[in-house]
Nanobody, 128 residues
């Protein structure tokens, strides 16, 4: 089992940058693939990025490609996501989530249903 806590959200101007972190408890953190999802106001939760448990593979959502990097430190039980060139449409509650399920087809990782554990979310607001 793993407990996830997000941090780093806040208010930022369009064009700015933000670094979100997901801290996990538990001794088996390196068994989990960790993803970020976001939920804009009034919309469904959507996939942002995922990093595999070893940290050597990551997939990014189309809306953030070129503006986002994701990394993890298994020794520190953290996953970080650096977001750049932020847009007002990036405004959302950002959640990290974890799963041990492993697939070769990356599309499986885009589904919220794959993930067993979720953090409480952190608000990101981008002003124009």
């Amino acid at each position: 089992q793993v407990h996830l806590v997000e941090s780093g959200g806040g208010l930022v101007q369009a064009g700015g940058s933000l670094r979100l972190s997901c801290a996990a408890s538990g001794r088996t953190f390196n068994s989990y693939h960790v993803a970020w999802f976001r939920q804009p106001p009034g919309k469904e939760r959507e996939f942002v990025a995922v990093i595999k448990r070893s940290g050597d593979t990551a997939y990014l959502g189309d809306s953030v490609k070129g503006r986002l990097s994701i990394s993890r430190d298994n020794a520190e039980n953290t996953v970080s996501m650096q977001m750049r060139s932020l847009k007002p449409e990036d405004t959302a509650v950002y959640y990290c989530a974890a799963t041990t399920a492993t697939y070769y087809d990356r599309s499986y990782y885009y589904a919220t249903s794959l993930y067993d554990y979720w953090g409480q979310g952190t608000q990101v607001t981008v002003s124009s």
